[in-house]
């Protein structure tokens, strides 16, 4: 026989927001758009408008930042110093020191093996890199005027109209052109050719040559991260306008890796080629091999997908832990990288996103709250529980017919049940007795979880024991 068990304890139900549980961190910028900080706390300086963030082997994140004509290196102690740029726009500087020369309208960034930087610059018409070794910055790839020429030839003497940039291990680099709906590759020889799309915009060429395949690569959407290439040196394709995830593998072969071609939010759980994908905008990828996706909600919220190695697709944020941030209607990731500690950098675009500042950089330890996939077991959690809050309801939804389920003690017809991860599990209407299950009628993992009234906002912890 099933009992109900409750726990209450009255001078302790606390109103606190799904935040409460999250560790996202500002990890550089102080929320005043301006130029300062170098040699002191990331956290202490003044950013202007990020345009890319990048990692070397290291642990050194660099940002880069449009508005100071400059990139900005955080090391692993937090300290920032400028990497490159002399906050000067314009074009200058090649063969001596990065932080002696003039960029303008610099954008994406990306590392390779080696930890040497590569830069978008005059407003994604040249690419610059800086060597590691010796901080030396030069041209490596077109002519400052925007254009798709050159193929077969020197990167240098190409046209070229970069609006994202990805390096893979062995230093190729590829950078998608929007307007002409392709990538472009330069090889580790200088040489420059189309790696994926045929020039026309469409959605075709699945299990043939990339080169032979239609993109749609919208010039809004692909802003940020639309590249992303794995360890094994797959590349990774947000195609936007198709609402698709493409890769191309390392022979040359194209395949759509996640999405369905709709436009809404549908999927969890399932093949990522069976969900929808509604605003597919940056993407990154982690040493594990997970694929990360930026994406909205059916309400139009911004989340954050996750495709596994499996091929399982996710919600790996939900909207309720972003609008928790702060962060309302309409706002997206402008960008977002993940560094070799599975940390998530991003930067969030648009006017509305409240709880963030502009010219920060935000962080977020995945490795500290890991995606619990449905009916798996957690024998260590990780040390992040709300020990601060009393769990007001403790239970055991084994089945056993002892403490099955729990009364939740709020106020309202509609609680939301949230896990560590801030991802919604469960919704109640009608009802405050949870059985301990999530929407599939899978007993979720032993941990903590948070209640939450959607009326009155008031919430209670819920520990949930085997």
């Not at 040497?116 to 910055?137: C, E, F, P, Q």
């Not at 706002?331 to 709880?355: Q, T």
């Not at 798996?376 to 959690?381: A, F, G, L, R, Y």
Request: glycine share 14%; with cysteine; charged share 10%.
């Amino acid at each position: 026989m099933k009992t109900i068990k409750t726990i209450v304890i009255a001078a302790s139900l606390t109103t606190f927001g799904v935040a409460d549980i999250m560790a996202q961190v500002p990890f550089a910028g102080n929320g005043t758009p301006g130029y300062s900080g170098d040699g002191g706390a990331a956290t202490s300086a003044q950013l202007s408008y990020v345009t890319g963030i990048s990692s070397d082997a290291t642990g050194n994140i660099f940002i880069s930042d449009a508005g100071n004509s400059d990139v900005r290196m955080v090391n692993t102690s937090n300290t920032i110093s400028t990497y490159a740029g002399n906050q000067t726009a314009g074009f200058s500087g090649d063969g001596g020191a990065a932080t002696s020369a003039s960029m303008q309208g610099n954008g994406f960034i990306a590392n390779d093996g080696a930890g040497n930087l590569y830069i978008s610059d005059a407003a994604g018409t040249r690419i610059r890199k800086v060597t590691a070794s010796t901080g030396v910055i030069t041209t490596i790839a077109g002519t400052g005027t925007a254009g798709n020429t050159g193929n077969g030839g020197a990167a240098t003497l190409a046209q070229i109209t970069v609006n994202s940039l990805a390096v893979d291990a062995s230093g190729n680099i590829y950078f998608t052109d929007a307007a002409n709906s392709i990538v472009r590759q330069i090889n580790t020889s200088g040489t420059i050719s189309v790696y994926a799309g045929n020039g026309t915009a469409g959605y075709s060429g699945d299990g043939g040559a990339a080169t032979s395949a239609q993109l749609s690569l919208s010039s809004y959407y692909s802003l940020g991260n639309a590249l992303t290439v794995d360890v094994s040196g797959n590349l990774y394709i947000s195609d936007a306008g198709n609402s698709v995830v493409r890769k191309v593998n390392t022979s040359g072969t194209i395949s759509t890796y996640a999405g369905n071609g709709g436009f809404t939010h549908s999927g969890d759980g399932g093949a990522a080629t069976s969900a929808s994908i509604k605003n597919l905008g940056p993407i990154a990828m982690n040493a594990a091999g997970d694929l990360f996706i930026a994406a909205h909600s059916s309400t139009s919220l911004p989340i954050l997908r996750r495709v596994d190695a499996a091929g399982t697709i996710t919600t790996d944020r939900d909207s309720s832990w972003f609008q928790a941030l702060g962060i309302s209607y309409g706002v997206s990731f402008n960008m977002f990288h993940i560094d070799i500690n599975n940390n998530l950098y991003f930067d969030i675009m648009g006017g509305c996103a409240i709880g963030t500042a502009p010219g920060t950089v935000y962080k977020l330890a995945l490795t500290q709250t890991p995606r619990i996939t449905m009916g798996s077991i957690i024998t260590s959690p990780p040390s992040i529980e709300p020990t601060d809050v009393p769990a007001l309801s403790v239970f055991s939804p084994n089945e056993d017919g002892k403490d099955d389920k729990t009364m939740l003690m709020l106020a309202g017809n509609k609680i939301e049940i949230y896990n560590r991860n801030g991802s919604l599990v469960r919704t109640l209407e009608g009802s405050k007795v949870w059985d301990g299950k999530d929407y599939s009628g899978t007993v979720v993992p032993m941990g903590y979880y948070v209640a939450m009234s959607k009326e009155t906002n008031a919430s209670t912890n819920i520990s949930v024991v085997k």
